[in-house]
C-alpha cells in the first residue's frame, strides 16, 4: 500500500540507489571485482531515472549493459593489474628452485635441505637421501615441500 503512493519515477530512483549499496557492500566483502560493476551500471540506470522516469525498460537495459560491458572489458584489466602488484617474499622466492638435501627425508617425515646458503626443514611424500638434489614446490608453514628432481 506504502508502495502504491510513490511515483514509479521516485520508486525506480530509490531501487537503483538501493542496488548501488547493496553491490558496495558485496563487493567490500569480497573483494573479487565482480560486484563493482554492477553498482556502476546501477548508477546509470540511476541517472536515466532521473531522466526518464517512466521508462524502466530502458533503466534496466541500461543497467544491463553498462554492468556486463564493464564486467567483461574492464574487471581482467583491474585483475591483471593488482595480480602484477603482488610483492613476493623472499620465502615464496624459492619455489621452483633446486636445493641440496643435507638430512634424509622419510616419506611424511621431517629432514632438512640447504638453499641459497640455508638450511630449512623440508618435507615430502616421497623418500629422499643425503646430498640428492630436490626442487622446491611450496612452504607450508616454515618447512618446504619438495620432491626429487
Known amino acids: 500500500m506504502f508502495l502504491s ?8 530512483v ?5 542496488v548501488i549499496i547493496v553491490a558496495a557492500v558485496i563487493e567490500a566483502g569480497t573483494m573479487d571485482l565482480s560486484s563493482v560493476w554492477f553498482s556502476a551500471g546501477a548508477l546509470f ?19 544491463l549493459v553498462v554492468s556486463i560491458l ?17 610483492i613476493k617474499t623472499n620465502a615464496d622466492s624459492l619455489i621452483g628452485k633446486i ?3 643435507t638430512k634424509e627425508i622419510k616419506n611424511g ?9 640455508k638450511i630449512w626443514t ?5 623418500d629422499i637421501v643425503s646430498e640428492e638434489k630436490v626442487t622446491v614446490l611450496a612452504i607450508k608453514g616454515v618447512k ?6
Not at 14 to 18: G, K, M, Q, V
Not at 45 to 62: E, G, H, K, S
Not at 72 to 82: A, G, Q, S, T, W
Open 109 to 117: 617425515d621431517r629432514g632438512e635441505v640447504k638453499i641459497e646458503g
Open 45 to 63: 540506470a540511476l541517472i536515466v531515472a532521473l531522466i526518464f522516469p517512466d521508462y524502466i525498460a530502458v533503466q534496466v537495459v541500461v543497467f
Open 144 to 149: 618446504l615441500v619438495v620432491r626429487k628432481n
Open 99 to 101: 636445493a641440496v638435501c
Open 14 to 18: 530509490l531501487i537503483w540507489f538501493a
Open 5 to 12: 503512493a510513490i511515483p514509479i519515477g521516485t520508486l525506480m
Open 70 to 86: 564493464l564486467l567483461v572489458i574492464l574487471r581482467p584489466i583491474f585483475k591483471e593489474h593488482m595480480s602484477k602488484n603482488k
Open 122 to 126: 623440508a618435507i615430502s611424500n616421497e
